[in-house]
């Protein structure tokens, strides 16, 4: 899929469809002053409707920041580190923001 509405045409497709559980991920994200972006390799761990869950480090600042497959597609944004100890993240899933993107009249992604 590509973003609908971008003048650029994408090599590759933007949004990752079918991710399931076990599935490899990586978060990105900036930590607070500082010009660096830090990426963790996790899992995909739970998948519950409206939010997923992936075994990665997150720290202070990676809200916002891509979650991508392996192939570089996005599979959502981090919402936040919900348990630092055991390295567990939620997302806010690509598919939700397509439907908040659509929902306001603003470009969402198509195929």
Do not use: N
Not at 14 to 19: M, R, S
């Amino acid at each position: 899929m590509l973003l609908k509405g971008s003048k650029v045409m994408s090599s590759k497709p933007l949004l990752a469809a079918g991710a399931e559980r076990g599935d490899a991920v990586y978060v990105l994200g900036c930590r607070p002053g500082s010009p660096w972006v830090f990426m963790d390799r996790g899992v995909v761990a739970a998948i519950d409707p409206g939010a997923w869950y992936v075994t990665a480090h997150a720290d202070a600042g990676w809200s916002g920041g891509p979650v991508l497959d392996k192939l570089g597609r996005l599979i959502g944004l981090v919402q936040d580190g919900i348990c630092r100890d055991k390295k567990l993240v939620r997302l806010v899933t690509a598919e939700a923001i397509h439907w908040f993107l659509e929902g306001h009249k603003q470009p969402g992604f198509s195929t």
